[in-house]
Structures are given as C-alpha cells and as structure tokens.
C-alpha cells in the first residue's frame, strides 16, 4: 500500500504544479476485488484498488493504473461532473500530464471466475442455465418464460459449477 501512496502522492504533486492548485487527496483502498484493477469514486473522492492485480502486475500497476484513477478524480475537480469518463479531458490528463498512454482497460491476466449456473426447465429438450443473480429473482416470485417454446421456466434443482 505504500508503494501505492507514494505514486499517487507523485501524480497529485505533478497535477499542482502543472494547473498552479491544489488538490484534495483521496481515501484509498485495496478492497476491490473482480475483474476491475481500480475504481475512482468522484463524489466520495475514493480510490478503490484490486490487491491481488497490484500484488501480479507491481510494476505496470504503479506505472499506469493508479495514475489512470488519479486522472479520474483529477478531470472531475477540473471539469466537473458532465464530462465522459475516458473523454478527451480524462484523455489530456493522462497523456500531457502523466505522460502515459490513454488506456481504457488494462491487460492484466485473470484466472476465470468460478460460478453457479442454477439449471431451468420448459417443454424444450434442453435446459436453460440461470446466473444466480436471475435464480434468486425467481426465488423471490419473478417468472421467465421460454423464448423458444412460451412455456414457464421452472428450476429442475440442479446447478453446476464453472470455473
């Protein structure tokens, strides 16, 4: 996390020297967890970074991401709340300020998230997977009917792994 700081500490002190103000520092966090490498919260001014992504890609992770984020909350202090986030401002910030290349998503390898697929039935002869996100709104009374067929879904009772 200090390796964290102290970048994010270098991206701020660029930005006031470069726009001559300062800037309030952010609230940072290494809870996020997924697919996502960092999340900037405008409004809460918080940084939210993967641990797990920091700790297999260090370096690039400082090189890049936590500045990406930084320039996140830095467009929104500039510009205000209607410019698009990977938008021309967010774009300058990370190329005229920071130098780097204004990337979009990062290429981090991700081990395949494991889920459950929960097993849905109609009159076709083949069963229709589920997230568990749609089974649970189907536990609390919501209905889906086959596309093919018209026929209700029903849940069989079973459910299977990926990985």
Known sequence: MDN???????????????????????????????QKAGV??????LLRFNAQLYRENHE???LQTVPHEVAHLLAHALYGDRIRPHGTE???????????????CHDYQIAPRRSTQYLYQCGC??????TPQRHALVRRGRRYLCRRCGDMLHFTGQQRRTS
């Open 4 to 34: 964290i700081l102290h970048r994010l500490e270098q991206c701020y002190q660029l930005a006031e020297q470069h726009f001559n103000r300062t800037f309030e520092r952010p609230q940072v966090s290494l809870a996020l967890r997924g």
């Open 40 to 45: 900037a919260y405008l409004q809460r001014n």
């Open 60 to 62: 690039h992770f400082l």
């Open 90 to 104: 967010w774009q300058r910030l990370m190329t005229d300020l920071f130098g780097l290349p204004a990337l979009r």
């Open 125 to 130: 002869p083949v069963g229709i997977p589920f």
